[in-house]
């Protein structure tokens, strides 16, 4: 078997880490032909010698793009997060609302069966007279203690 030459060689280790350093966030991997060379631990003239440099630009401005993609799928994913959230809620409150119309229906089936009239269970409230003060006329912890002075007792 004949030994790979070393240009083969060189572009298969670079393009494995260009496709690895793609799919990070530039400020994580940096794509530009001094880092990529450090990484291979090769010169950069080496990579300008075979011509990589065009590779590892593309790969830097795919890099870019992906970038901004991935931004908008973190804010896609986050508010899709918020729906699912939202809908679950909504669901709870469903459930809720359905037991609070049964127990209104059990009430109502209640006050029939003790004999009075279901619909006054709907009326409002009136509300209390208040024509006249009730200040004054005593009530819990109202009331007054006698003074008590050295001539009464």
């Known amino acids: 078997m004949s030994r790979q030459s070393v240009r083969e060689e ?24 001094r880092s990529v060379a450090a990484v291979l631990r090769v010169s950069p003239t080496t990579l300008y010698k075979y011509g990589f440099n065009r590779e590892v630009n593309a790969a830097e401005q795919r890099q870019r793009e992906n970038t901004f993609i991935a931004g908008a799928a973190i804010e896609q994913d986050y508010f899709k997060g918020q729906i699912r959230t939202l809908i679950e809620e909504l669901e709870k409150e469903r459930v809720r609302s359905k037991e609070l119309v049964g127990r209104i229906a059990i009430m109502e089936a209640n006050t029939a069966r003790l004999g009075f009239d ?18 004054g006329q005593g009530g819990a912890g109202g009331f007054r203690k006698r003074s008590r002075t050295i001539g009464q007792q």
Request: with cysteine; net charge negative; glycine share 0%.
């Open 10 to 33: 060189l572009k298969r280790l670079l393009m494995e880490h260009l496709a690895v350093a793609e799919t990070h966030p530039p400020e994580e991997c940096t794509l530009d032909v």
């Open 118 to 135: 279901p619909e006054e269970m709907h009326k409002p409230i009136m509300k209390p007279a208040r024509t006249m003060s009730r200040a």
